[in-house]
């Protein structure tokens, strides 16, 4: 896949890593590294005069660290993709990563080739997790999902609300359609988020796209279509 022009931010703690990631990534027609940063305070901080397509960061700096600090730097710079690069191969801190704002996920250790299709493809707007890393997060759910089932914690009545919000649909919405009022769809709505363990809208369709094999870029569209 080809990469398109790009700007290109660095983020990590070991200059010979940065130096070796710049090399690679500059090896690539329309990348430009336009900065570096040894954290992601640094980031934040110094580089206000960037606003970089790409960020490849580490999850295990000094300060700001792992989830904390990609959910930092999307905030800070809302327009760039963000791979992480990482030592860190732990399902539960892969996933905080992803739901933080990460849109791609990589060992150090992978194959110095995979490095440029990962990036065309986060910058295309795919998410690309690290194909054996997939596989585990994958593995993991399904172990999980055996052990227990958050959604079978739910009235009958509660499910047919979930099923509706995760489709995108309004409380004023649902409530037509179940024939309540909507301050009781709120109820169970609030009783819902607290059963799964979410806090908001996006928590819940995130969990029900992982849970039920919903397309993840069609139920984010439903939801950032539907108000809160």
Known sequence: MTIRTATALLVD????????????????????????????????????????????????????????????????????????????????????????????????????????DAIARILNGERYVQPALGAMLAATAANSATLVDPVAELTERERGVFDLLVLGHTNVEIAALLFLSPRTIETHRASILRKLGVKSRADLVRFASMRMGIHETEAWSNESRAPQ
Do not use: C, W
């Not at 130096?19 to 954290?39: D, F, N, T």
């Not at 640094?42 to 904390?68: C, N, Y």
């Not at 999307?74 to 963000?82: C, D, G, H, L």
């Open 13 to 116: 703690d070991h200059a010979v890593v940065r130096a070796g990631i710049r090399s690679l990534l500059e090896s690539q027609p329309g990348i430009s590294v336009v900065a570096e940063a040894s954290s992601a305070e640094q980031a934040l901080q110094v580089f206000f005069d960037h606003d970089p397509d790409l960020i490849v960061t580490d999850l295990s700096m000094e300060g700001l660290r792992g989830a904390a600090a990609v959910e930092a730097l999307v905030e800070r710079f809302p327009n760039a993709r963000i791979l992480v690069l990482s030592i860190v191969d732990n399902p539960t801190d892969i996933r905080a990563a992803i739901d933080a704002g990460a849109s791609g996920y990589m060992l150090k250790g992978a194959a110095a080739a995979e490095l440029p």
